[in-house]
């Protein structure tokens, strides 16, 4: 009877403590969900403010590198000529003597150069003493040039004038070059033929500014161009000719070469300008028009102009353009032809080729077996003696011998002495 008030405690005990976790089970679960939200919401905040660019901090202020020595220097040198520039608008002497007292004496005609510079830019007058201050000759050309190639942009000519005029010889080519380099890369080819007509002749200065403004000027105007090229002396067209003909590489150039042929005393350049329009005009495959062109250029190149349409042609063959080759007047153009046709004949068939000197007409055939034998030689001496040994014992078969001797001679010597006892005494 003593155990009821104890069974009744526990059991009241029990159903307190489910009470209370009834009750405060929500409380706790509404406190940690409320926390997880702030701690939720605390981060969206961070990470919202990590991306936003103002709520960085300020990157740190870098200090400017100290100028290196170089760039001191170079500052340096130019507050020496600023203030030598501005001296020199009174007292150009002043100014040199400043340069020589600011400056390294390793440095001094460089600066006096590059003073001597600033002033002819800003005016020509005085410039030929000005230019004796530097004595380093490198450097006075260097800036004669410089000079002048400033002023070549405005006003070319008068520069060019003032520098023939008042320049001495070395000076005055220097700027005229520079000039002419400047009017022939813009163009101005007559201004440009003017510069070099004037300019000392025969220096290699000279020569190369005719063959520059050659180079540019006869695919522009091939006509203008030959007419200037005449103009020059006689070695001076000899050493532009060829420039003038590689660049004149059009037909529509034809009656400038021609011009150029007519014009010139130099057998060379006529020769090369026939053979040029030819060439132009059986590349352009108007071999037609190749011929009539031969038929009608004047009667004295009438030979040379023949014998280049025989080099050129390759359409006709060797048998067809023969008579034509044989009925040249003129020795050496007749001889030009033959040896282009025992070229083209020999490439195909030395054999053959032998056949055909063999039906050249007898004046014809000594000097071209001569020039066969040695074709043969080097190409194989041994087929070369066993063609010679069936001629005929003859002139002709001693010419080809003594070619043959010339020849072999260093590389074979023991065929050549063969060769020696069977020529004729």
């Given at each position: 009877?003593?155990?009821?008030?104890?069974?009744?405690?526990?059991?009241?005990?029990?159903?307190?403590?489910?009470?209370?976790?009834f009750?405060?089970?929500?409380?706790?679960?509404?406190?940690?969900?409320?926390?997880?939200?702030?701690?939720?919401?605390?981060?969206?905040?961070?990470?919202i403010r990590?991306i936003d660019?103002?709520?960085?901090?300020?990157?740190?202020?870098?200090q400017?590198a100290?100028?290196?020595?170089?760039?001191?220097a170079?500052?340096?040198?130019?507050?020496?000529?600023?203030?030598?520039?501005?001296?020199?608008?009174?007292?150009?002497?002043?100014?040199?003597?400043?340069?020589?007292?600011?400056?390294?004496?390793?440095?001094?005609?460089?600066?006096?150069?590059?003073?001597?510079?600033?002033?002819?830019?800003?005016?020509?007058?005085?410039?030929?003493?000005?230019?004796?201050?530097?004595?380093?000759?490198?450097?006075?050309?260097?800036?004669?040039?410089?000079?002048?190639?400033?002023?070549?942009?405005?006003?070319?000519?008068?520069?060019f004038?003032?520098?023939?005029?008042?320049?001495n010889?070395?000076d005055?080519?220097?700027a005229g070059?520079?000039?002419?380099?400047h009017?022939?890369?813009?163009?101005?080819?007559?201004?440009?033929?003017?510069?070099?007509?004037?300019?000392?002749?025969g220096?290699?200065?000279?020569?190369?500014?005719?063959?520059?403004?050659?180079?540019?000027?006869?695919?522009a105007?091939?006509?203008?161009?030959?007419?200037?090229v005449?103009?020059?002396?006689?070695?001076?067209?000899?050493?532009?000719?060829?420039?003038?003909?590689q660049?004149?590489s059009?037909?529509k150039?034809?009656?400038?070469?021609?011009?150029?042929?007519?014009?010139?005393?130099?057998?060379s350049v006529?020769?090369q300008?026939i053979?040029?329009?030819?060439?132009?005009?059986?590349e352009?495959?108007?071999?037609?028009?190749?011929r009539n062109?031969?038929?009608?250029?004047?009667?004295?190149?009438?030979?040379?102009?023949?014998?280049?349409?025989?080099?050129?042609?390759?359409?006709?063959?060797v048998?067809?353009?023969?008579?034509?080759?044989?009925?040249?007047?003129?020795?050496?153009?007749?001889?030009?032809?033959i040896?282009?046709?025992?070229s083209?004949?020999?490439?195909?068939d030395?054999?053959?080729?032998?056949?055909?000197?063999?039906?050249?007409?007898?004046?014809?055939?000594?000097?071209?077996?001569?020039d066969?034998?040695?074709?043969?030689?080097?190409?194989?001496s041994?087929?070369?003696?066993r063609?010679?040994?069936?001629?005929?014992?003859?002139?002709?078969?001693?010419?080809g011998?003594?070619?043959f001797?010339a020849?072999?001679?260093?590389?074979?010597?023991?065929a050549?002495a063969?060769?020696?006892?069977?020529?004729?005494?």
């Open positions: 009877m003593m155990k009821r008030p104890f069974a009744v405690a526990a059991c009241v005990s029990g159903v307190l403590v489910v009470v209370a976790v009750i405060c089970w929500p409380v706790a679960t509404s406190t940690k969900s409320a926390k997880a939200n702030q701690i939720r919401q605390a981060s969206s905040e961070t990470k990590h660019p103002g709520s960085l901090p300020a990157p740190p202020t870098r400017p100290p100028p290196s020595a170089a760039a001191v170079a500052q340096n040198d130019a507050n020496i000529l600023a203030r030598a520039f501005e001296l020199a608008q009174s007292d150009p002497q002043q100014a040199f003597e400043f340069i020589e007292d600011s400056v390294p004496p390793a440095l001094i005609q460089k600066t006096r150069a590059e003073l001597v510079i600033r002033l002819g830019k800003q005016s020509l007058q005085g410039l030929p003493q000005l230019l004796n201050f530097i004595r380093d000759t490198a450097l006075r050309t260097y800036a004669v040039q410089t000079i002048a190639r400033d002023r070549a942009t405005t006003d070319p000519r008068s520069m004038d003032f520098a023939q005029q008042n320049l010889a070395p005055a080519t220097a070059s520079v000039i002419a380099n009017l022939t890369n813009t163009s101005h080819f007559e201004d440009a033929a003017y510069v070099v007509s004037q300019m000392a002749p220096s290699q200065i000279t020569q190369n500014e005719i063959t520059n403004l050659v180079r540019r000027w006869a695919p105007d091939s006509l203008a161009a030959a007419q200037w005449l103009t020059l002396s006689p070695k001076e067209q000899d050493l532009t000719a060829k420039t003038f003909l660049s004149a059009s037909p150039d034809i009656e400038a070469i021609l011009q150029l042929v007519e014009g010139t005393k130099s057998a006529q020769n300008g053979e040029r329009a030819v060439g132009l005009l059986v352009s495959r108007d071999l037609d028009g190749a062109w031969v038929s009608q250029v004047p009667a004295q190149f009438q030979p040379k102009a023949r014998a280049a349409l025989i080099a050129a042609d390759e359409t006709d063959s048998a067809a353009l023969t008579p034509m080759a044989v009925s040249i007047s003129d020795p050496g153009a007749r001889d030009q032809a040896r282009a046709l025992l083209r004949q020999f490439m195909q030395p054999a053959g080729a032998a056949s055909w000197v063999q039906q050249l007409p007898s004046s014809l055939q000594n000097g071209t077996v001569q066969l034998t040695a074709r043969w030689c080097r190409a194989d041994a087929e070369a003696y063609w010679l040994q069936s001629l005929p014992v003859g002139p002709l078969k001693d010419q011998l003594r070619a001797i020849a072999t001679k260093d590389t074979n010597p023991q050549a063969l060769a020696q006892q069977q020529i004729r005494k």
